[in-house]
């Protein structure tokens, strides 16, 4: 069985808007996400998630697949408007009964339903209202929204996941604009953060608060790269340092710590928002477990003068208030995003929050790759993506024996889906998904998966 143990979380991920389609179907109120596919040239090929897999239809048939693959929990996402099309208020009673038939089918398949409140897909109403997450009257109505996820779905939901990758929507959406609603700002993010924290923090609490008898767990899920120092020189050592508290303690301080790292604090100066006394009593201590999506790594070095331009990996947030620059090595393999394969710098990031954070439950959320996968008679022989999941699970599990407490792995993706910016020209699915038949193929990562699952139950 290896390190994993018994009760070892396995899963694949997905979200709402990559696979669902069906965007205005049964009464759903339009996203932010809908509204920028429509903006030409903001999405690879003009594409939108319009039908995207067509999960909305399609669920039980892909439930089914997950049975079949021998997954004990499956990650899925709620879309904010189609529970609540203008984003408070009224709820929409047939998106209510959408997720309630998928949840119970994953039930009756044995598979534990793992809910992400918020992927990315905020309701369009209250972009406009109020412009979404830099507003402060989002932190009341997500609370809202999720109050009414809770209520509904919290009898079988046990494992809910509040925000997805905040740093995604602080950077990309609102500092790099090229993810909804396609900001362009140095200062926004920070005041984002802010608020997503804040949302995410009066959440939990709501959650503890009111739903204590459901007997659930709930958390907050954070993205991060490993940086690896460029050189041994003092200066790169901690600039790597730097670049993970910019990325990652950014979110991670504040929910384990009740603020942001001083060196936040130090180099930003009044960019960066203040918490209240209240505010980070609230923070401290508000995720029960540690929810990681982890891709790639790439080397820091220190520098004094960042040009934004170099950044051509858009991983660097806002590269010159940390005074990093990243770079990739020459003989590290790139998938298809570009994204280096070193599964090393997993173990090392695992090991650095454990270090960090006193130890915390972890679980991979997300991890995975983007391949040009083809179809040769009927077969996707997707050789890199096997070698990707062996490896980086390989990492998992050397970390694991040294005491790193690792407790779940979420496959991403389950489906070839809709890549964001990227359209459907990337392909990150274990079963491949033919854009134009919707028909689904397991590719040779999906028989691997299957294969290992068996053996870690054996
Ligand atoms: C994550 C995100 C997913 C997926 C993945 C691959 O950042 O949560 O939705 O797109 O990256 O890029």
């Known amino acids: 069985m290896g390190k994993f143990g018994k009760d070892f979380v396995w899963g694949t991920a997905t979200s709402a808007y990559q696979i669902e389609g069906g965007y205005l179907e049964n009464g759903k109120g339009p996203s932010i996400w809908d509204s920028f596919c429509t903006i030409p040239g903001k999405i690879k090929n003009g594409d939108t998630g319009n039908v995207a897999c067509d999960h909305f239809h399609r669920f039980k048939d892909d439930i089914k697949l997950l049975k079949e693959l021998g997954v004990n929990s499956y990650r899925l996402s709620i879309s904010w408007s189609r529970i609540m099309p203008e984003g408070k208020g009224a709820v929409n009673e047939e998106g209510v009964r959408f997720y309630n038939e998928i949840i119970d089918e994953l039930i009756k398949n044995d598979i534990t339903p793992w809910v992400t409140l918020y992927h990315w897909d905020l309701p369009l109403a209250l972009q406009l209202e109020d412009d979404g997450w830099l507003g402060e009257s989002i932190i009341d109505y997500f609370v809202e929204y999720a109050d009414v996820c809770f209520n509904r ?22 500092g790099h604009g090229v993810f909804a609603p396609g900001r362009v700002s140095e200062v926004e993010p920070y005041q984002v953060a802010h608020n997503l924290l804040l949302a995410h923090a009066k959440t939990v609490n709501h959650y503890k608060s009111r739903y204590s008898s459901q007997d659930g767990k709930i958390g907050i899920t954070n993205n991060c790269d490993w940086r690896e120092s460029l050189t041994n020189s003092q200066a790169d050592i901690e600039a790597a340092q730097r670049a993970l508290e910019f990325f990652l303690g950014w979110f991670a301080d504040p929910v384990y710590f009740g603020d942001y790292p001083e060196v936040m604090k130090e180099r ?12 980070k009593e609230l923070l401290k201590g508000s995720s029960d477990f540690f929810g990681l999506n982890h891709y790639t790594t790439m080397n820091a070095a220190h520098t004094d003068s960042v040009d934004e331009n170099e950044d051509v990996h858009g991983n660097g947030g806002i590269s010159k208030d940390q005074g990093v620059s990243l770079s990739v090595k020459k003989d590290w393999k ?5 994204w280096a394969v070193v599964p090393w710098g997993c173990k090392k990031l695992l090991k650095w929050i454990a270090d960090r954070y006193d130890n915390p439950e972890i679980y991979i959320t997300e991890n995975g790759c983007a391949y040009d996968d083809e179809v040769v008679d009927g077969q996707i022989n997707d050789s890199e993506r ?31 889906n809709f890549e964001w910016n990227s359209g459907y020209s990337k392909r990150f699915g274990i079963y491949y998904v033919d854009f134009e038949t919707l028909e689904r193929i397991p590719k040779a990562s999906a028989k691997w998966f299957k294969k290992f699952l068996a053996e870690q139950s054996s």
């Open 386 to 416: 096997v070698e990707y999941f062996r490896t980086y699970l390989a990492a998992c599990e050397e970390a694991i024996s040294e005491g790193v407490n690792l407790k779940g792995y979420f496959a991403w993706s389950f489906l070839d």
């Open 153 to 174: 779905f919290g009898d079988r939901v046990k494992h809910w996941i509040t925000l997805n990758e905040p740093w995604v929507v602080a950077i990309l959406s609102h």
């Open 268 to 279: 930003i100066g009044d960019k960066l928002p203040r918490f209240s006394e209240k505010e």
């Open 334 to 338: 790139l998938t298809k995003m570009n």
